[in-house]
Antibody
Framework: QVQLVQSGAEVKKPGSSVKVSCKASGATFSSYTITWVRQAPGQALEWMGDIIPIFGSTKSAQKFQGRVTISADISTSTAYMQLTSLTSEDTAVYYC?????????????????WGQGTLVTVSS | QSVLTQPPSASGTPGQRVTISCSGSSSNIGSNTVNWYQQLPGTAPKLLIYNTNQRPSGVPDRFSGSKSGTSASLAIGGLQSEDEADYYCATWDDSLNGWLFGGGTKLTVL
């Protein structure tokens, strides 16, 4: 099973951007979709978007379109999530997760392995 | 407010059986498999049930999942204190073209 290790906590000013990394080890990276999920304090999990590294194809939730950029570097088995125009409502723990089976379609898949989470705090 | 509706809380005593529901619609639960995640306090979510009723290796058979129409359920039998956690259902939505999570259910073992 893959291990996903995320970058450390960040404190950002409103209006700025943050880029979180997610490095995979122990299993095949390029063929498995990497999903990004966030969780605001005391709130539910929220899907942000995903990427299939081998294709570079991405999807994102409508709520984040125009603000989120998901990318991947196959050579280092690392995925990235950049979120721009931050506000206090973006304060949350951000998780990456790898899907269970390599597939170009999300239907019938699941989030198998999760990173440890990265706390992003947006405060002036 | 989540598109997938879960009860905010559930509880039971050790040894009891508890069921957590997840209600959706034809574009999500009605036409896709459902996954369940367990989140212990202060930790990342962990896959508990995939493809509606499959358990990953290492998950006790006390945990089971099912689906009927546009609703899904997670059942936990022989409740233990270590089961105290938040539980989330999740599925793909064909109309939104994205993944959905339920609002989460906080399970308390009395």
């Amino acid at each position: 099973q893959v291990q996903l290790v995320q970058s450390g906590a960040e404190v950002k000013k409103p209006g700025s951007s943050v880029k979180v990394s997610c490095k995979a080890s122990g299993a095949t990276f390029s063929s498995y979709t990497i999903t990004w999920v966030r969780q605001a304090p005391g709130q539910a999990l929220e899907w942000m978007g995903d990427i299939i590294p081998i294709f570079g194809s991405t999807k994102s939730a409508q709520k984040f379109q125009g603000r989120v950029t998901i990318s991947a570097d196959i050579s280092t088995s690392t995925a990235y999530m950049q979120l721009t125009s931050l506000t206090s409502e973006d304060t949350a723990v951000y998780y990456c997760a790898q899907h269970g089976v390599p597939s170009a379609t999300p239907r019938g898949n699941w989030f198998d392995s999760w990173g440890q989470g990265t706390l992003v705090t947006v405060s002036s | 407010q989540s598109v997938l509706t879960q009860p905010p809380s559930a509880s039971g005593t050790p040894g009891q059986r508890v069921t957590i529901s997840c209600s959706g619609s034809s574009s999500n639960i009605g036409s896709n498999t459902v996954n369940w995640y367990q989140q212990l306090p202060g930790t990342a979510p962990k896959l508990l049930i995939y493809n509606t009723n499959q358990r990953p290796s290492g998950v006790p058979d006390r945990f089971s999942g099912s689906k009927s129409g546009t609703s899904a359920s997670l059942a936990i039998g022989g409740l233990q204190s270590e089961d105290e956690a938040d539980y989330y259902c999740a599925t793909w939505d064909d109309s939104l073209n994205g993944w959905l999570f339920g609002g989460g259910t906080k399970l308390t073992v009395l």
